[in-house]
Each structure stands twice: as C-alpha cells, then as structure tokens.
C-alpha cells in the first residue's frame, strides 16, 4: 500500500457525461500527478500540482481539468466523454516536486469507462 | 518516434533465470531513470531509481544506466513466481518532474 488514495475504483458512465476522480496524496506529499494509462498510449502524464498550483502540464486535454485543495487531496474532471477517454487514471504523489526530482508513490488507480 | 522504446514483450522465463528488461530513449537531458513494477489491475509500484549514469544493486535486482548509449537495463537475477508482471521504465529531466514511460514490458516467471 502506498498511502495514496484513489475513489471511485471503478467508474462507468456514457459519452457526452463529466466525472470527476479524486486522490488523497501520502500523508506530508506536496505534490500530486495525474497519469492515464491505456492500452495503445501507455502511462502518459497528465498534470501536476504543488501545494495548491498548477507545476506541470503534460498531453491533458481541454476537456479534461484538475484542481488541488487546501488539505492537498486532488480532483480530475473530465467533461464531454469520449469512448477513447475509457481508461485507467492514476494519481501519484511525491514530498517536494519542486526543484528536485523526488519519488513518485501511485495510488491503485480508477478504471474509467465510457459507454 | 517514442522519447522512451520498450520492448512490450511478452516475455516469458523458466524460475531461477536471470531476466533483462531493457529501454532506449532519445532525450538526452535525461537524468533521473526509474523502474516500476506494476501488478495486474494494481497502480505502479517503485523498484528501483538512478541517478545519471552506472550501476544501482537492491536484492536480486540491478539497474544500469548508460547515459552515452541512451539505454537503461533491469536484471533480475533468481527469477520468482511472483516477479511476474509489467515491468516499466521511466525517465524524467533534473528540475522537471514529468516521468515519462516506456510502454512496459509484460514478463511471465513459470514455475
């Protein structure tokens, strides 16, 4: 178990619908990062947050958007759904990911698919 | 072209064998090279992680760098049942902390 956490597992839903993925970092981690694995693309980087603001952006769609809040747990949403938007979306966490590159714990993963 | 090539496999070994997982990768800002391990239906776990180039030993596993050919290599030496998974190499630039992946190279040990 990493420590992070990741609700809902599983998430079915239809095209044209908005969810919205939620993770909890390790308890003291700063950063967060959002990946999206599947099957064609692999583990792509999505987005990262350091204490509250926007650090990083990776290949993350404009329908796709991503906060962090004052108690540091992250929300993903992502909006008119897509049937190629169908797959695992994971959060990782780190201490810093600021000026060093430290370890990255990745939470369990929620598994997204779009009908 | 791929910033990050990995051989997808499946690769697939008696128990006991020694495996080598390999990438190649074409930035060569490169600095920071990691390994994860990945269970079905489970999130990424940390194996091992190097900084530039040589050789980092933990147990029965053992990660190589060579920053001049732009590959990185995971030996696993006596193979167990339970080392069966996807196995997938990451990269990120001092100062950044995008990782980027390999695809993953799925690996089977048979008992």
């Known amino acids: 178990d990493s420590g992070v956490t990741q609700t809902p597992k599983h998430l079915i839903t239809a095209t044209g619908q908005r969810v919205t993925l939620r993770c909890s970092p390790r308890s003291g981690d700063l950063s967060v990062y959002w990946y999206q694995q599947s099957l064609d693309q692999g583990l792509q980087f999505l987005i990262q947050?350091?204490?509250?603001?926007?650090?990083a952006k990776g290949n993350i769609l404009e329908r796709f958007s991503a906060q962090q809040f004052p108690d540091l747990h992250s929300e993903l949403n992502l909006s008119s759904l897509e049937l190629g938007d169908s797959a695992l979306y994971f959060c990782?966490?780190?201490?810093?990911?600021?000026?060093?590159?430290?370890?990255?714990?990745f939470g369990p993963g929620t598994r997204l698919t779009v009908l | 072209q791929k910033e990050v090539e990995q051989d997808p496999g499946p690769l697939s070994v008696p128990e006991g064998a020694i495996v080598s997982l390999n990438c190649t990768y074409s930035?060569?800002?490169?600095?920071?090279f990691m390994w994860y391990r990945q269970y079905s239906r489970k999130g990424p776990e940390l194996l091992m992680y190097?900084?530039?180039?040589g050789n980092k030993e933990d147990g029965r596993f053992t990660a190589q760098v060579d920053k001049s050919s732009k590959y990185i290599s995971l030996f696993i030496r006596d193979s167990q049942p339970s080392d069966s998974a996807t196995y997938l190499c990451a990269m990120s630039v001092q100062g950044a902390q995008k990782l980027v992946f390999g695809q993953g190279t799925r690996l089977t040990i048979n008992p």
């Open positions: 190097t900084y530039s180039s």
């Open positions: 947050y350091y204490n509250g603001e926007e650090r």
């Open positions: 990782a966490s780190s201490v810093v990911g600021a000026e060093l590159t430290d370890t990255q714990y």
């Open positions: 930035n060569s800002a490169f600095q920071y």
